[in-house]
C-alpha cells in the first residue's frame, strides 16, 4: 500500500487572500483587510481539489516593523480573526498557520511578493537585470 500525502499549500494572507492596503494606502494592519476579489473561489479550489491549504500572515510574531514580538495576545486575535473570516465563507478545511517563525513547511507556496525561479535567466530578466542575465546566459 502507497500511502500519498495531500500536497501542502501555503497561501499569503495579506495581499492574497485579504487587501493589504486601504484606498488612502495605509495597511489594515493590525486589522484584517477584506476578501481580494476571487480568494473565496480560490482558496475553495485548492481545497475541493484535495490539497492542504494553509493560510499564513507575516504578522503571527513580529510587529509591523519585523523588529519586535508581538504580544500573544495579539497574534491570537489575528488567528482567530482570520479563521472566523474562512468559516464565514464555508472554509472550514483551510487551516490558519499557528504562530512560529517562518512559513509553514508547504509544497508551493503563493505569495503576492514571490518569484517564481524558473532558472537564473528569466529571473534576472524579471529583475530587471538584462546585462547580468545574458551573461548567465552566455555562460552555458
Not at 503563493?110 to 542575465?133: K, P, V, Y
Amino acid at each position: 500500500i502507497v500511502i500519498r500525502a495531500r500536497p501542502k499549500y501555503c497561501v499569503d494572507w495579506d495581499g492574497v487572500c485579504g487587501e493589504e492596503r486601504r484606498e488612502d494606502g495605509s495597511i489594515w494592519w493590525p486589522e484584517i483587510g477584506p476578501w481580494l476579489p476571487g480568494a473565496v473561489e480560490g482558496l475553495r479550489a485548492l481545497s475541493d481539489d484535495g490539497l492542504t491549504v494553509i493560510c499564513s500572515t507575516r504578522f503571527n510574531v513580529l510587529e509591523y516593523d519585523q523588529q519586535y514580538p508581538r504580544p500573544a495576545a495579539d497574534v491570537n486575535r489575528d488567528i482567530l480573526a482570520i479563521r472566523e473570516r474562512l468559516d464565514a465563507a464555508y472554509l472550514q478545511d483551510v487551516l490558519v498557520y499557528e504562530p512560529q517563525w517562518g512559513k509553514p513547511p508547504a509544497d508551493v507556496y503563493i505569495d503576492e511578493r514571490g518569484l517564481r525561479h524558473a532558472g537564473w535567466f528569466t529571473t534576472l530578466l524579471t529583475l530587471g537585470m538584462n546585462e547580468a542575465a545574458y551573461e548567465v546566459r552566455a555562460s552555458r
